[in-house]
Nanobody
C-alpha cells in the first residue's frame, strides 16, 4: 500500500514562496502519476499540478507560471514549488498518487498553506 506524507506548508506573505514535499513509500514515483490538489472549506478538491510517469506536467490555469511540480527519484519524493503566492492560494494541499501497475490511488493527509499579510 502506498503511503504519502506531505510537508512544507505554513504561513507566508503575499508574493512569497513555499515548497511542498510529498514523500512516498510502498511504491516508487517512477511507477506513479503524481499530483497536488487543494481544497478550501465548502469547495471541492481541485487539481493544482500533475506529473505523469513519462514526465508530462499540467497545471491549473490559476497557477501556471507560478508553481512547478517536480520529482526526485533518489528521494522518492514529489515537490511543488510555489512562487508569487496569493491569498487565493490559501488551502489545504493534498498529494495524490496513482500507481499505473497496481491501479492503486492514494492520498496524503494534507498540509495547510496560508497566504496572508
Amino acid at each position: 500500500q502506498v503511503q504519502l506524507v506531505e510537508s512544507g506548508g505554513g504561513l507566508v506573505q503575499p508574493g512569497g514562496s513555499l515548497r511542498l514535499s510529498c514523500a512516498a513509500s510502498g511504491s516508487i514515483v517512477s511507477h506513479m502519476d503524481m499530483g497536488w490538489y487543494r481544497q478550501t472549506p465548502g469547495n471541492q478538491r481541485e487539481l493544482v499540478a500533475r506529473i505523469t510517469t513519462d514526465g508530462t506536467t499540467n497545471y491549473a490555469d490559476s497557477v501556471k507560471g507560478r508553481f512547478t511540480i517536480s520529482r526526485d527519484y533518489a528521494e522518492n519524493t514529489v515537490y511543488l514549488q510555489m512562487n508569487s503566492l496569493r491569498p487565493e492560494d490559501t488551502a489545504v494541499y493534498y498529494c495524490n498518487s496513482f500507481d499505473i501497475f497496481r491501479q492503486d490511488n492514494s492520498w496524503g493527509q494534507g498540509t495547510q498553506v496560508t497566504v496572508s499579510s
